[in-house]
């Protein structure tokens, strides 16, 4: 699994340092469009490509490097455009609609998911996941012929790539919630890896109880999507830091609190706040002009890769050792990260206002 971790995020931090000019030319919906059919093509074809053998193995392998490396591409441009279909003051609220369908489609997916194995095999669930890049497909390529009909705004294409280094340097506030937001899948790796073994070694649970937790988490997010979405915060980045502190806290006390009910409510808080700083980043990202609203959101992608692999490959050494200290960890670093950053930036001067970007793919900054 770390492997497989691995092969699907690496192609996220390939692309994301080096292929800046790769991944802009795909910053249209018609483009995207063809991304997703080629996905599902490839999704379709590895029950027929597969066997239960080595060779299997490698060709599985195979077909998740190849999904990961159009995701890299396909993932950040489809964020880009996204504020594109709303005017300015409305990208806050378009943002967290987006969140929201993709934590429910999270939630309903590994729902399915489990109904589906009562009937099919595991290599056939990749069918329904081809099905599912089809209909995505088909959905991007209406809303590039129809999109200004139905929305009144149509995703204008990146023309121009930025640099990063250049950018971030100007936005440092920009380029230290993207730091912090990099190891916060510490959380998301301690609660995925760890969860369940500490639920058998600390409580005797069976596979319900992580049912009934998981499910927390979702209902958290469920409940926090719809209230940042509406939220105009006066300090984006206090927001960000001080959400994923309380992540990195209630993440800690999952380690050391006795009862199962308490290990609910602290899942049901990290599901919380996870969206409310999603969502207040995204929005703050989606505000730049095109060219470098769709580097920071690769950027953004790097960072939370780069930190997903670290979590799923060093905390199961790490659960071996003391699940309970697992989640101590990984909650007390995003924390004390958090906070640090929070007290740096308020000695950090903000850049001055800037004139509303235009969606014309130009190379002017946005301000705060």
């Known amino acids: 699994m770390g492997l497989v971790?691995?092969?699907e995020s690496a192609p996220y931090v390939v692309l994301g340092t080096l292929g800046r000019r790769a991944v802009a030319r795909?910053?249209?919906c018609r483009a995207l469009a063809w991304l997703d059919a080629v996905?599902?093509?490839v999704a379709v074809a590895l029950p027929f490509l597969w066997t239960p053998d080595s060779r299997g193995t490698c060709v599985l392998f195979v077909g998740?490097?190849?999904?990961?490396?159009?995701?890299?591409?396909f993932d950040p441009n489809l964020e880009a455009l996204v504020p594109?279909?709303?005017?300015r003051e409305h990208v806050q609220q378009v943002t967290g609609l987006f969140d929201l369908t993709g934590r429910i489609a999270l939630i309903t997916g590994r729902a399915s998911a489990g109904l589906l194995l009562l009937v099919f095999s595991k290599i056939e669930l990749f069918v329904f996941n081809g099905v599912a890049f089809a209909v995505s497909a088909v959905a991007l390529g209406l809303l590039s012929r129809y999109g200004s009909v139905v929305t009144g705004r149509r995703p204008v294409a990146v023309k121009s790539s930025v640099?990063?280094?250049?950018?971030?340097?100007?936005?440092?506030?920009?380029?230290?919630?993207?730091?912090?937001?990099?190891?916060?899948?510490?959380?998301?790796a301690a609660t995925t890896v760890g969860m369940p073994v500490l639920l058998v070694t600390r409580y005797g649970a069976e596979a319900g109880v992580y049912g009934l937790v998981t499910a927390a988490v979702g209902v958290g997010a469920l409940v926090g999507n719809p209230l940042v979405g509406n939220w105009r915060p006066t300090s984006w980045l206090a927001v960000c830091c001080y959400a994923w502190a309380v992540d990195g806290v209630a993440t800690a006390c999952m380690g050391l609190v006795g009862r199962v009910s308490a290990l609910g409510l602290l899942s049901a808080l990290t599901g919380l706040v996870a969206p409310?700083?999603?969502v207040t980043l995204r929005a703050r990202l989606g505000r730049f002009p095109p060219a470098e609203r769709l580097r920071l959101m690769a950027v953004e992608h790097t960072a939370t890769r780069l930190g997903s692999m670290a979590g799923i490959l060093l905390l199961p050494l790490l659960i071996g050792v003391s699940p309970r200290g697992s989640f101590v960890a990984a909650g007390a670093t995003v924390t004390a990260?958090?906070?640090?950053?929070?007290?740096?930036?308020?000695?950090?001067?903000?850049?001055g206002p800037a004139p509303a970007p235009a969606e014309s793919g130009g190379t002017a900054v946005a301000g705060y």
Do not use: E
């Not at 594109?84 to 005017?87: C, H, M, P, T």
């Not at 971030?168 to 998301?188: D, F, K, M, T």
């Not at 958090?338 to 740096?344: F, K, Q, S, T, W």
């Open 5 to 7: 971790a691995v092969l």
């Open 84 to 87: 594109a279909l709303a005017d």
């Open 64 to 73: 998740v490097l190849l999904l990961g490396v159009l995701s890299a591409v």
């Open 276 to 278: 409310v700083a999603a």
């Open 26 to 28: 795909f910053s249209s």
């Open 163 to 188: 640099r990063a280094q250049p950018l971030l340097r100007a936005h440092p506030h920009v380029g230290l919630a993207i730091g912090v937001y990099g190891l916060v899948p510490l959380c998301s």
């Open 39 to 41: 996905r599902a093509a």
């Open 337 to 351: 990260l958090a906070i640090g950053v929070r007290a740096l930036s308020t000695r950090i001067p903000r850049p």
